[in-house]
């Protein structure tokens, strides 16, 4: 599968973004999809994670009540809705997805997915 990100941008504090992650083929429900996020300097980190049905959802505690994935499986399109954004939020966000399915933890793992988009930028202004 192939996977193309896209909505990055410059906002305010406060402001929203969506995000969304369109993939190629036919196989899209097949995958988990994830979101990650890459700030200057940093490691990549888990943002969020949807399985394959979009009926369960994983978030990082730091985006918790403000962000939302989904996907719609028809469209082979996943999103991520971001509210409330904060500078600390500026980063390059890349989407993800895998086969593995998810076990305790292991949805927080870049590991976990061997395909990856090739990043949007989403810069938050203070």
């Known amino acids: 599968v192939q996977l193309q990100a896209s909505g990055g941008g410059l906002v305010q504090t406060g402001g929203s973004l969506r995000l969304s992650c369109a993939a190629s083929?036919?196989?899209?429900?097949?995958?988990?999809m994830a979101w990650f996020r890459q700030a200057p300097g940093k490691d990549r980190d888990i943002v969020a994670a949807?399985?394959?049905?979009?009926?369960?959802?994983y978030y990082a505690e730091s985006v918790k009540g403000r962000f939302t994935i989904s996907r719609d499986n028809a469209k082979n399109t996943a999103y991520l809705q971001m509210n409330s954004l904060k500078p600390e939020d500026t980063a390059v966000y890349y989407c993800?997805?895998?086969?593995?399915?998810?076990?305790?933890?292991?949805?927080?793992?870049?590991?976990?997915?061997?395909?990856w988009g090739q990043g949007t930028l989403v810069t938050v202004s203070s």
């Open positions: 083929g036919r196989t899209f429900s097949s995958y988990n």
């Open positions: 993800a997805a895998g086969v593995a399915g998810f076990y305790g933890t292991t949805w927080r793992d870049q590991y976990n997915y061997g395909y």
């Open positions: 949807i399985g394959r049905s979009g009926s369960s959802t």
